[in-house]
């Protein structure tokens, strides 16, 4: 961000990014368009939203299948639709650890409507925002503990744990090691205690599948997230075996659950160019 964010020939501020609006005192200040036209187009480029899902609104998210309305995608898009409009409504952020957790099976829009919540929230507030896909944010951090490695923990870490909205793609993607187990509850735990926003995607669910017949020697098991490492993810998975039970408490206080079951997209798409 070397360059300037306020046009210094803008007649409004003179080049400052502010301008005082008269309200019968001092005077109080706002940012100028000048600046704000400047600034979106940095923040949506540090917020790491990957090419693919660059063009992603909640406008243009696919409410239907093969030309059908399906009701759980439109009931997804407006509830999307009224948390931007309360986010952007709210005088303060007296509730702003408040975000979203979308759940359901791969490829039914979930990271879709995750980025575009946020991409609105940067041009429309200007927020400072960040996406993550976890596998890959785990190893760019594991990169770090090579002493060779150009960046630094801090480098990669403080970004995800400051960012006023993140997006955490693929909760519970990853087997839950001792260190992922770490590495969640300092993501998750700071955020919570700041009050940040955080968005999230999951292929787990909340509560058991009721389509799914289920032995009765695994009925009255209880969840063991710490067992799970040597059989491979299932989208059946429920997310308190992914997490430990105080982390999956602190994500649901902290968001609004939006499950998302229907057809995978892209499924649809290759069954349809054959």
Known sequence: MDAPLADPEC?????????????????????CPCR??????????????????????????RESIDGSPAQQLIKAKVLCRRFVDRVLDAQDDSTPEKGLL????????????????????????????????????????????????EESKHEVLDPVLEAEVLVFDELGAQKPTLFVQDLLYLIINTRYSTGRRTIFTT??????????????????????????????????????????????????????????EAQDFRTLKEAQLR
């Open 11 to 31: 007649p409004r501020c003179g080049g400052t990014g502010w301008v005082r609006v008269e309200d019968g005192g001092a005077g109080a200040v706002r940012s």
């Open 36 to 61: 704000e036209a400047r600034l979106v187009p940095r923040l949506l480029a540090a917020a790491g939203i990957p090419p693919r899902y660059r063009d992603c609104t909640i406008e243009n998210f």
């Open 102 to 149: 979308f759940l359901g099976p791969p490829g039914v829009g979930k990271t879709h409507l995750a980025v575009a919540v946020l991409k609105e929230l940067i041009q429309l507030r200007g927020v400072r925002g960040r996406f993550i896909d976890f596998t890959s944010f785990l190893s760019r951090l594991q990169s770090t503990f090579d002493p060779t490695s």
């Open 203 to 260: 292929n787990s669910r909340l509560h058991p599948d009721p389509s799914r017949e289920r032995k009765p020697d695994l009925e009255a098991r209880e969840p063991l997230p710490f067992d799970l490492s040597s059989r491979p993810l299932s989208r059946h998975d429920l997310l308190a075996e992914r997490l430990t039970p105080m982390l999956v408490s602190r994500v649901r206080e902290m968001t609004q659950a939006i499950e998302i």
